[in-house]
């Protein structure tokens, strides 16, 4: 698959440029390209403690992206996954280095160590008082002689640079980073593996399954597990984390690993609260991409014990865009509907054969939602399955409280069913639909003719006829047709829906929006609906 890069050899000085050019100036880097790639603060003045880290790029925005004031001093970059050398290093700490020292907060693995490490000895050699701290948080792997250092890493920088900010000396600094160490905790989870820039993409983890603990280079996690859903997810991390994790409250940071959307991201959040670890969390940092593995599309979650001293300087203010604060865990506030919008609950009465006709209509989309969904793909968002499956799980649901005996009621009540549960402008169109058919039915309408009053109704609010490509070129002559039979509606729907297929241009509804290209040969997912419905009501 393509990316947007230009020369793979360029990816990482063309990267650091860009976030340069847009920081306002406050980020400078050292003259080296393409060897030195060292980002420091514009207004540094060498009269407090430097705090510097780095090593191989590919997980912004660490490090450069936390350069700045009450954070990190100078980041050293490396190449994509690969730490910078000892020259490089360094330099950094050459350009930041004054009387009161430098820390270095180096990440667990043998490049970063051996590089960082023997540039500290050299910068000692130069007479800088210069130390050196290594985090090792991942405890997905509890047998490896020495734990990786992954997300957790940001306390340290964060806490440190907090310190140093203030003016606090570099064995106070050290010693806070320490503890820090010693008590952050984090593991990850993913369901594909990164790709790295001008590099084949490995396809280890099979459809289906989510591999626990791999590294934010790519590594091997510690097993493959059969994926679930979020929920099981976060569960299997929590309970690791759980077997580490001290009494009393802790800071979640809960990483975003490149390629997972903000809206599963807030899923994953809501699901950690909700865990056998939610308890002890009283204040999270994220969701958000903090310590990325390019575009792998996993998380971690990083767990810190800090004291009310650690969690003030959390919470210290920085001009960092990166870094997303603080958040105490409350509880959800709910605030009442405004008057008018509460739903009058129907009087519910019981009738077997209308409650199967409805549970098994309600089971004809759940079954058709992934090829609902493949359709509208073709023509639209790739939802119209979901939409109306979802619909179909609420009416059942709320099956027990319908005036099933009332057929008059009972189209009112599936309208206002369907406006609190159906979204999009299908929900609206099939409530008003169901509303109108409902008021048809109590005005004395047979029920054909109600619903005919329905799809009046829908078609004048919602502007679509015959030929616009829409549900209504199946469902019209369906209803026209049942004055015969329920055969001859069904075949009506089916005629109706593969018409649909025949049209080009549509004049309604999400395809309106699409290239006429797009639309050609494919059948409208909603005329596609009602076909099958009636299918089934005929079979």
Not at 140 to 147: E, K, M, S, T, V
Not at 304 to 316: S, Y
Request: proline share 4%.
């Amino acid at each position: 698959m393509a990316q947007f890069i230009n020369k793979r050899e360029d990816v990482v000085t063309e990267a650091i440029d860009g976030l340069l050019a847009l920081s306002g100036g406050a980020l400078t880097r050292l003259d080296g390209y393409p060897h030195i790639r060292v980002v420091l603060r514009s207004d540094w003045d060498k009269s407090r403690v430097a705090i510097v880290s780095g090593g191989g790029s590919g997980h912004e925005p660490a490090h450069v992206g936390f350069v700045g004031k009450g954070m990190l001093t100078a980041a050293v970059c490396g190449d994509v996954f690969a730490s910078p050398s000892v020259d490089a290093v360094l330099a950094g700490i050459l350009a930041v280095t004054g009387p009161a020292g430098c820390l270095l907060i180096v990440k667990n693995y043998t490049g970063d160590r051996l590089n960082f490490g023997l540039a500290a000895e050299r910068a000692r050699a130069f007479g800088l008082n210069v130390s050196m701290v290594i985090v090792g948080d991942d405890i997905a792997l509890p047998d490896l002689p020495q734990a990786r250092g992954v997300a957790g890493t940001l306390f340290v920088h964060k806490i440190a640079g907090a310190l140093a900010e203030r003016g606090a000396d570099l064995e106070t600094v050290t010693a806070a980073a320490r503890h820090v160490i010693a008590s952050t905790h984090s593991i990850g989870m993913s369901l594909d593996t990164c790709r790295v820039p001008g590099s084949p993409k490995e396809d280890r983890i099979p459809e289906g399954k989510a591999e626990l603990g791999l590294g934010i280079h790519g590594e091997a996690g510690v097993e493959q597990i059969d994926f679930a859903g979020a929920r099981p997810s976060v569960a299997t991390m929590a309970e690791r984390l759980a077997a580490v994790m001290g009494e009393g409250p802790h800071v979640a940071l809960i990483n975003n690993l490149g390629g997972t959307s903000e809206l599963e991201m807030s899923v994953l959040a809501r699901d950690l609260l909700g865990s056998s670890i939610g308890g002890k969390i009283a204040h999270a940092i994220g969701p958000a991409p903090l310590m990325t593995s390019l575009d792998m599309q996993g998380f971690s979650i990083s767990v810190f014990a800090a004291d009310a001293a650690e969690l003030e300087l959390l919470k210290a203010p920085v001009s960092i865009a990166a870094w997303p604060g603080v958040s105490e865990v409350r509880p959800i506030a709910i605030a009442a509907l405004p008057d008018g919008l509460t739903p009058i609950t129907p009087m519910r009465s019981e009738h077997r054969a209308t409650r199967e006709f409805l549970i098994n209509c309600c089971n004809v989309l759940i079954a058709a939602e992934q090829d609902l969904n493949a359709l509208d793909a073709k023509s639209g968002d790739g939802d119209t399955g979901s939409t109306l499956a979802g619909a179909a799980r609420a009416l059942i649901n709320a099956i027990d409280r319908l005036p099933l005996s009332d057929h008059t009621q009972l189209l009112r009540a599936i309208g206002q069913e369907l406006s609190q549960t159906m979204g999009g402008s299908s929900g609206v169109l099939l409530a008003i639909f169901f509303a109108a058919a409902g008021d048809g039915a109590s005005s004395g309408l047979p029920m054909r003719e109600a619903l005919r009053a329905g799809l009046a109704r829908m078609q004048e609010i919602g502007g679509a006829s015959i030929g616009d490509r829409t549900m209504v070129d199946a469902l019209s002559p369906a209803l026209d047709a049942l004055g015969e039979n329920i055969a001859a509606a069904a075949a009506a729907a089916r005629k109706g829906a593969n018409f649909t297929a025949t049209l080009t241009r549509a004049k309604a509804g999400r395809a309106a929006y699409i290239n006429a290209k797009q639309l050609e040969g494919h059948v409208d997912p909603g005329a596609e609906a009602v076909a099958r419905l009636f299918e089934h009501l005929a079979s």
